[in-house]
């Protein structure tokens, strides 16, 4: 099945400057990388979310890339703020049989300092 | 927010007990997904559904059994709870789609579970 790792487990950062996930990928045929934040106590919301026809994407201060020939793909956040501090879950999608599974990383704990 | 509740919201239960789980959705939704969440491990697939009454194992289904005789409900039980199944629980759903379309999956507020 699919094998989703996730880098830097915690990560702080100053506010305003910038922060990078990044998520490798073990099955060649996943074609939908999603990523979601997750507040404390929150369920996990999507922020964005990239197909395998694209190899990057962008919205507002956030962007995420993707390199299917190295099976990788990062988010990025600019101009960071203490309310992106946050749990940070990318996954990968692909669709064994009749079904459509997400494989979650490990999460990423984001602290924006002020 | 996508129609999607759990419950209970909380529940402490004994070691050896039956516990049942319960996600509902209004967004009709095909497919539903129960996810565990303990720190270092992200979300952790237990089973998933992608109909009424079909239902395949996820990576951690040891301990776990799923039900789903409608399409809004879909209900965990464990069968005999141990302590390593204290946790929080996730329900999520997602539309079906067809080749490179896909739709986000959405998250219930989730269920804390303490076994003890």
């Known amino acids: 099945g699919e094998n989703v790792e996730q880098h830097p487990s915690t990560l702080s950062v100053q506010e305003g400057d910038s922060a990078v996930i990044k998520c490798t990928y073990s099955?060649?045929?996943?074609?939908?990388f999603p990523w979601y934040k997750q507040e404390l106590g929150k369920r996990p919301q999507l922020i964005i979310d990239?197909?395998?026809?694209?190899g990057e994407k962008k919205d507002q201060r956030i962007a995420v890339t993707l390199n299917k020939t190295a099976k990788h793909f990062s988010l990025h956040i600019t101009e960071t703020q203490p309310e992106d501090s946050a749990v940070y879950f990318c996954?990968?999608?692909?669709?064994?049989?009749?079904?459509?599974?997400?494989?979650f990383g490990s999460g990423t704990q984001l602290t924006v300092l002020p | 927010d996508a129609g999607i509740t759990q419950s209970p919201r909380h529940k402490v239960t004994e070691t050896g007990t039956p516990v049942t789980l319960r996600c509902h959705q209004t967004?009709?939704?095909?497919?539903m997904y129960w996810y565990r969440q303990d720190p270092g491990h992200g979300l952790r697939l237990i089973h998933y559904?992608?109909?009424?009454?079909?239902?395949d194992k996820g990576e951690v289904s040891d301990g776990y059994s799923v039900s789903r005789s409608k399409t809004e409900d879909f209900l965990l039980t464990l069968e005999s709870a141990t302590s390593s199944q204290t946790s929080v629980y996730f329900c999520?759903?997602?539309?079906?789609?067809?080749?490179?379309?896909?739709?986000?999956?959405?998250f219930g507020q989730g269920t804390r579970l303490t076994v003890v």
């Open positions: 999520a759903i997602s539309e079906s789609g067809t080749g490179m379309s896909g739709t986000e999956a959405f």
């Open positions: 967004e009709n939704h095909r497919y």
């Open positions: 996954a990968a999608r692909s669709s064994p049989g009749s079904a459509r599974q997400l494989t």
């Open positions: 559904s992608y109909g009424v009454k079909d239902t």
């Open positions: 099955d060649s045929a996943s074609n939908y």
């Open positions: 990239i197909r395998s026809n694209v």
